[in-house]
């Protein structure tokens, strides 16, 4: 294998010039970096990475810690994180929380352990330990989907750069949709309780029925809990009522399957016995009968955003943290009982944008 040795000598440069182009560490020439780069291709150098750590105390290296990867959103996510990250010489170490406190307290330790140079975390309910582990190392972190609120008057506490889709108003579209549509009873099978997803989203559905003079029946506000099962339970329980919903909205696309599941043990039919919008798009929901009418998160570019903010992090350690909110798209199918029309995004959607704040 070719060495730095054999790098500097057919570039003719000094070993010392090799290793400040690698490493960045101090402006080389243009001319002289173009010839070691040259040299670098020629003789199919591959750079120690360990060593170069070493030098720069940085690994080029991303901890990813995010629960239900299964998931086709998150996984979405995923892939955006590491098309980016690898855009930018970054590799990716990935661990798995599972919405639980302190086994996510266990995984960031290790990845911090494994010297990654920031992380990203899509942060559990109560995500006190994490926040008071990262704050203690100072570690760069970015939070994604699920955004942590802190304290104006508590300095305490160190502010994060967070990146999430928008919730609110997008949960408002889809009951708007239904009462439009002359549903009166309308639930929300809702997401696990703490996260600021499952706040947002109630909170449209609220904003929502209030919109069109309906009244709040906290009966039909059920949670899911974000998974399947969940999902099939809270189905069963609205269904049990004495006036059950004629239609439903669902906060993830995992709780979208339990919804449907639950609905066929029952031998219901959507849209006919009762009309269902789900918030989460995925890639085989307009393959299901009827073809599910949804919000369509950026869950790709969420997942590159929060790269983008982590480097800027790492490279501005002190400048003020950012919080960024990307818009949704209201896929408009058959299940909320519409007739059958082409898939496509509603045109009157404003273009996708991101907002700082």
């Given at each position: 294998?070719?060495t ?36 670098i ?12 750590s070493?030098?720069?105390s ?6 990813l ?22 855009e ?20 960031v ?9 920031g ?14 582990y ?25 502010r ?6 928008e ?6 579209r889809?009951v708007?949709?239904l ?7 309308i639930?929300?099978?809702a997401g696990?309780?703490g996260l600021?997803?499952t706040r947002e ?5 609220r ?7 309906l009244?709040?029946?906290?009966r ?15 189905t069963d ?7 059950p919903?004629t ?8 709780m ?10 029952r ?5 006919e ?5 789900c918030f989460?798009d ?18 790709k ?25 990307l818009s ?12 059958e ?13 991101g907002?700082?704040?």
């Amino acid at each position: 294998m070719a060495t730095m040795v054999d790098v500097a000598r057919s570039a003719g440069v000094s070993v010392a010039t090799v290793s400040h182009v690698l490493n960045d560490t101090r402006p080389v020439l243009p001319h002289t970096r173009q010839a070691v780069l040259d040299a670098i291709d020629r003789l199919g150098y591959t750079p120690n990475t360990l060593a170069r750590s070493l030098v720069t105390s940085r690994t080029h290296s991303i901890g990813l810690a995010v629960s239900a990867i299964s998931n086709p959103y998150f996984t979405e996510i995923l892939q955006g994180v590491e098309a980016a990250a690898l855009e930018h010489g970054y590799s990716l170490l990935i661990a798995d929380p599972h919405d639980d406190p302190a086994h996510e307290r266990k995984v960031v330790q290790l990845l911090h352990e494994r010297r990654v140079d920031g992380m990203i975390v899509a942060p559990s309910p109560d995500p006190r330990e994490l926040l008071a582990y990262l704050g203690r190392h100072e570690v760069p972190a970015v939070f994604l989907d699920r955004l942590i609120g802190f304290e104006a008057s508590d300095t305490s506490v160190p502010r994060h750069d967070q990146i999430c889709a928008e919730s609110a108003e997008p949960t408002t579209r889809l009951v708007t949709h239904l009462t439009d549509l002359g549903h009166r009873r309308i639930a929300l099978i809702a997401g696990l309780p703490g996260l600021s997803t499952t706040r947002e989203r109630i909170a449209g559905y609220r904003h929502g029925l209030a919109a069109a003079g309906l009244p709040y029946d906290e009966r039909l506000l059920v949670h899911g809990d974000s998974e399947a099962a969940g999902a099939e339970r809270a189905t069963d329980a609205l269904l049990s009522l004495a006036v059950p919903p004629t239609a439903m909205v669902t906060a993830n696309n995992a709780m979208t399957i339990g919804t449907l599941r639950a609905l066929r043990e029952r031998g219901l039919s959507v849209p006919e016995d009762i009309a269902l919008c789900c918030f989460d798009d995925f890639a085989w929901a307009d393959l299901f009968t009827p073809r599910l009418t949804a919000i369509a998160q950026p869950s790709k570019e969420i997942g590159a955003q929060a790269v983008r903010l982590l480097l800027d992090r790492l490279a501005a350690p002190d400048r003020p943290a950012r919080t960024v909110r990307l818009s949704c798209s209201f896929v408009h199918r058959t299940s909320c009982g519409c007739p059958e029309r082409p898939a496509q995004s509603d045109p009157s959607d404003p273009p996708e944008k991101g907002t700082d704040s």
